[in-house]
């Protein structure tokens, strides 16, 4: 029961055109049909037609005749009728691919205005000055370390920068092992004898 109420509620697909199309190909097949007929019928009255003169009877084979050439004129109408009727279907069917056209240049139309809506020509303007001042802030920072660093200096960043690209462990320089040089012991008390006045006068 369900899927016989959810059939009834969906929508039907086909189309008044579609519907139109139907009608004209059967009306377009009937035809051809009926065209059929008069042909296979047209030769039984000429083959008919024949045998009468044969048996002189000369007058129902003219009356045949007369006959037969109305109905070439209906096969020709027949005819007719048949290539309007395919030329029409050919119409709708064309016009149907038209609107489908137009349906979608809509489309692309409503988005394009959706983008535009999103993206203004103020905040294109707003992000072009923002990526030309970080240009040309990275230029100022490269141009001062370009005059800070040294050659050997350069030489040392660019083979870290290779390092890391290929995804290297970078060897740090090691610390120094050597002990700090030691203080000359005449700088030592002189120094010593400065600060104990100092705390002597703190004292009192």
């Known amino acids: ?3 016989v109420f959810g059939r009834q509620g969906r929508r039907s697909r086909v189309t008044e055109q579609d519907r139109a199309i139907l009608q004209l190909k059967q009306q377009r097949d009937k035809l051809k049909q009926y065209q059929k007929k008069i042909t296979l019928q047209l030769e039984k009255e000429r083959r008919l037609a024949k045998l009468l003169l044969e048996d002189g009877k000369k007058e129902r084979a003219l009356l045949l005749l007369k006959k037969k050439r109305y109905q070439d004129r209906l096969l020709d109408k027949t005819e007719i009728q048949i290539a309007n009727l395919e030329r029409m279907v050919q119409d709708i069917e064309f016009i149907q691919i ?3 056209v137009i349906e979608g240049l809509k489309a692309g139309n409503d988005c394009l205005k ?6 203004s020509i103020e905040e294109v303007e707003r992000i072009l000055e923002e990526t030309q001042e970080a240009i040309e802030y990275q230029k100022q920072i490269d141009e001062l370390l370009a005059g800070s660093l040294t050659l050997e200096d350069e030489d040392a960043v660019l083979a870290e ?3 890391i690209t290929q995804g290297e462990d970078i060897t740090l320089p090691e610390l120094p092992t050597d002990p700090l040089p030691a203080v000359p012991t005449g700088e030592t008390g002189r120094k010593e004898a400065q600060i104990k006045p100092e705390r002597e006068m703190l004292a009192a």
């Open 161 to 163: 920068l290779e390092a």
């Open 114 to 119: 959706q983008m535009h809506e999103v993206m």
């Open 98 to 100: 038209e609107v489908k």
């Open 1 to 3: 029961m369900g899927n």
